[in-house]
């Protein structure tokens, strides 16, 4: 697949043994639709998740109910102890945990680079300006673009927006960062810069779930692969076994559809 | 160099061609009449028939207004002999006199002569802050907004009511243009946070809120603008508790204050409609609660589409102020009406209402050309997501 898949792949074991984000019998409905059905997942520290499925199996419902960008009906989540219920002070306590990547960005349009990356550091973290400013210009230096800081995103290419949208979460210091999809409406050119910066937040330590079909990524960074089907997790496993030795019919299916074309 | 001007495709590698400046497109004031004016059968009809109407109208217009116009008092006037009416318009134009001679009370009404200073302070304290506001280059920004809405509205409504110190000025004294401008400030000055926040009821998932903001706006629009002001007066004294009386000017400023308020929170809705569901999540997802999340990212944006059309709301509540009238207060319009009815200037109703039509258009060309730089100066430019 891209080019990341020739890195060095990081290690699979998982040294932490603190669990960061649980998932115990989470259900889920959209009216009379079942999207997310008996979902038990835990994340230890510093472990690496790449999600996979078809499309419309749930794998965005799912990462969506850890930062509760949808409610679950049924089970229990917490993250980093906190139990996400109705309460919004735990609500807002776990998304200044959980940093979040879209498919589309969703970069602010009236605020420049610089203004996106340190508005949540100022206005939830409270830090004061010139510190949130030096830490921006820090994450931007990471994802190396700091050259953009004064620009709007609407002047910047996809790959370099999702490049500002990954440093504008790192600026709330997270401890979860969630991929949804962050590469699937990039155009192919722009899809290795930032998954090379994903592997460089990978290799740093940091806990993610990054729902993707990059395959060579998942080799490369995963501890482990999850595979997901009409709201269940069929399958999970270390990469290599996941790849070279999947088990449900459904798996194999679906590796063979994504692998081959 | 080998001549490739023949072959028609394959990728051009010539370094020079990327050198080339744009087409030539027509220059001269020739070639610009050609384009726009006669470009087709149809448009050479249009400009035709434009100029013809321009031709019918603009130099009678000229003549009455400024040619044949009486601009001077006589004689005997200005020596103060007696006083001027509209037999001293001898001229078949304009009789601008009528204006000179009631302009005291066209600006300020009944307020007393020897108090219209504070009057004439108020207003240049507030356009003095406000072209401060406005344009970008005059710095202390800050200082100006705490002046602006904290100090400024405090101080404004000493100085017009009058009390320690002051000699008291009733407001039923008030009228004129300082009528209109005060009922057009105050009432559009309230009714933009009102708006915006009967625009977030009105999306809000909280079932009360919704339901009030909801019934408030459908209600309002659904009467026109003169009943919501005979109910304000009318009404409001019904809700106090008896003996207590109400300003008649409050009671109009509370009933118009809601009634643009309700406008503008439609016009605040659309703009907000116009927002992905991305900016939300976007904003959500860093820890942003709802009052910060509206503040920093939503509203920003939903305002700047909104601009043009609050503008235009804008624009008609200033008009529409017109209709305090009915109620049998003095504005603007109203005034300068009442004064062509005066014995003395019979047959000045037409000079009158041009007069009032100018100084309308002034302050309403005046809005819109704003709005129009604001809009260009918030554009960041390019698609959004
Ligand atoms: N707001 C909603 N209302 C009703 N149904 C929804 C809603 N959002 C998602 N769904 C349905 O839930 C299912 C799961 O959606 P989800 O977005 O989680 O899938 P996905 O695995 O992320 O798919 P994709 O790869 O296409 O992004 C889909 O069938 C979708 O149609
Ligand atoms: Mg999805």
Redesign the pocket.
Known sequence: MSASATAQALPTEVQSTDVMISMTDVHKWYGQFHVLKNINLSVHKGERIVVCGP?GSG???MIRCVNRLEEHQRGKIAVDGIELTRDLKNIELVRREVGMVF?HFNLFPHLTVLENLTLAPVWVRKLPKKEAEDAAMHYLDRVRIPEQASKYPGQLSGGQQQRVAIARSLCMNPKVMLF??PTSALDPEMIKEVLDVMIELARSGMTMIC?THEMGFARTVANRVLFMDRGEIIEQNEPEAFFNNPQSERTKLFLSQILHH | MMDTSNVPTGPRENPELEEISPPMTVVGPVAWLRANLFSSPFNTLLTILAVLFLAWVVPPFIRWAFIDATWTFPQEVIEGVRGPNRGDCTASGACWIFIQARIGQFLFGFYPADERWRVVLVFILTFGAVTGMLIERIPFKKQNAIFLFLILPILSFWLLLGGLGLEVVSTRLWGGFMLTLVIACVGIVLALPLGILLALGRRSDLPVVHLLSVMLIEFVRGVPLITVLFMANVMLPLFLPPGTTIDPLLRILVGFTVFTAAYLAEVVRGGLQAIGRGQYEGAASLGLGYWSMMRLIILPQALRISIPAIVNTINGAFMDTTLVAVVGLYDFLNIVRTGSRDANWIGTEIDGFVFCAAIYWICCYGMSRYSISLERKLDTGHKKR
Do not use: A, F, L, P
Request: glycine letters at 0%.
């Open positions: 499309s794998k965005s419902t498919q949804d999809e729902v």
